[in-house]
């Protein structure tokens, strides 16, 4: 027998008050369900009437919000046994908050997404079938002794979609002449760029990587802002008009001297390596701009294949939403610095703020350009990341407190630091069972790649 509601209405976001509606419900359940292949809308009308009773427990006069709603469908599904159900429903609640923020938008062309939800969706399934698809699950990898088999299974899960992108590329047949792989500050494109090329060498392909961190101008011309940062976010800090005229020239098979950047003094050192395209070989470029319009325009668009790599983390922390994206590249990031680059961690989080606004400006416009999309998190990673930073965070939020003017970084930090004091660290043996070809190596070490 159906249940009816208690409650005539429940209050929306802004406070105003809606008509309480059971179809709504059974109709989102039997959506998530039918998104990774059920079809029983009579099941999904019984998972609404479990909704509707746990409701109806709450006292008089307690009219439930959306959000309380969309919380206890969120339970139900996960206590009558629907995990990934739940789990595309989470996807789905996340989107149509996406939404109501503005953050997903038309683009040229007409209405196009900036997130690739099948690919966020199939990597939230991934991380529930594996028990890594929130914060106590994950440190259950950790303290239970099995963290190297999730991180050979994560790595081998990633694999598969560069398996993908080399087919796409071999399938255009001699058409590419230049294949940009794109994707924000420490997504891991120096690795998805070397696996690529890897692969499409075992097809037959010769390939020339051209490093774009070479055509970094001088750092004196950088811009700086009122705290004296220097920015290296913006498409304006490399040298366009040559990589420009790099690239046409190796698009006709002639040679060119690629620059040097010595991150160290801050110099660009001219014609420092040769470098020429045979007639079948495949120029190759990894680079947070790859997408920008000005950065390839001498090269038609039917010579390209862009390949877009983005941090897409399903880990939902206790009592949050899913761990941010973009902290998990903070987290990278920082631990690249101080490893190779002779950076100071508080130096890389008061400069993020560049990045973010790079971003925006610069990579999300051009999203629905790419010919394909790599998920570049590994759900293993926040323990090993927190292993190398997490000594910093205490310092760096006091710091930042003492210096009300830097909202972001203040911001970052505490929350950073709150998302770190719950995951547990790996040991040093257990980082040691990460593959030594593995894309977190790209950030803390240990690679065997030859970057």
């Known amino acids: 027998m159906a249940v009816e509601c208690r409650f005539q209405t429940i209050l929306k976001r802004d406070g105003r008050e809606t008509p309480f509606d059971k179809a709504r419900i059974a109709t989102a359940i039997y959506k998530a369900a039918a998104s990774i292949g059920g079809k029983d809308k009579e099941l999904a009308e019984k998972l609404a009437d479990d909704v509707v009773r746990i409701i109806n427990k709450r006292p008089n006069g307690q009219r439930p919000s959306v959000e309380e709603v969309q919380d206890v469908v969120e339970r139900v599904l996960i206590n009558k046994g629907h995990v990934r159900t739940a789990k595309a429903y989470i996807v789905y609640r996340h989107r149509r908050e996406q939404v109501r923020k503005g953050e997903m938008g038309k683009q040229k062309g007409g209405s196009v997404e900036t997130i690739p939800w099948k690919l966020v969706w199939k990597t939230l399934a991934w991380n529930a079938d594996h028990d890594c698809d929130n914060i106590d699950g994950l440190n259950r990898w950790v303290t239970g002794g099995q963290f ?24 255009r047949g001699d058409k590419v002449k230049l294949l940009i792989v794109a994707g924000p500050s420490s997504s891991g494109k120096t690795t998805t760029t070397y696996k690529l090329a890897q692969r499409l060498k075992a097809q037959g392909l010769e390939l020339k990587a051209l490093n774009l961190d070479n055509y970094f101008r001088d750092l004196e011309l950088h811009p700086k802002d009122k705290y004296g940062d220097y920015d290296y976010e913006t498409p304006e800090a490399l040298d366009l008009p040559l990589v420009n005229e790099h690239l046409a020239r190796l698009i006709e098979g002639e040679e060119i001297m690629m620059p040097r950047y010595d991150f160290h003094t801050g110099k660009q050192l001219l014609n420092q390596t040769p470098i020429r395209a045979k007639k079948n070989e495949i120029i190759l470029i990894d680079t947070l701009h790859g997408l920008s319009e000005d950065l390839t325009r001498t090269v038609p668009e039917d010579r390209k294949f862009k390949l877009y790599i983005e941090t897409f983390c399903q880990v939902r922390p206790r009592g949050g939403r899913f761990v941010r994206w973009t902290d998990v590249r903070l987290l990278r990031r920082m631990v690249r610095d101080a490893n190779f680059r002779n950076h100071d961690p508080a130096l890389t989080l008061g400069h993020w703020h560049y990045v973010r606004n790079s971003e925006i400006k610069h990579i999300i416009p051009y999203l629905h350009t790419v010919d394909l999309t790599v998920n570049g998190s590994l759900p293993y990673e926040l323990p090993v990341l927190k292993r190398h930073v997490w000594r910093y965070f205490p310092k760096l939020v006091e710091q930042y407190k003492a210096q009300p003017e830097r909202e972001d970084a203040i911001i970052r930090s505490q929350r950073v630091l709150d998302l770190l004091n719950s995951i547990e660290a790996v040991s040093e043996e257990d980082e040691a069972k990460i593959p030594g070809d593995s894309l977190i190596r790209e950030f803390i070490g240990g690679s065997t790649i030859p970057y």
Do not use: C, M, P
Not at 148 to 171: C, F, H, I, N, R
């Open 148 to 171: 190297g088999t999730l991180a050979q299974e994560a790595d081998a899960e990633y694999a598969k979609q560069l398996d993908w992108g080399a087919e796409e590329v071999v399938s």
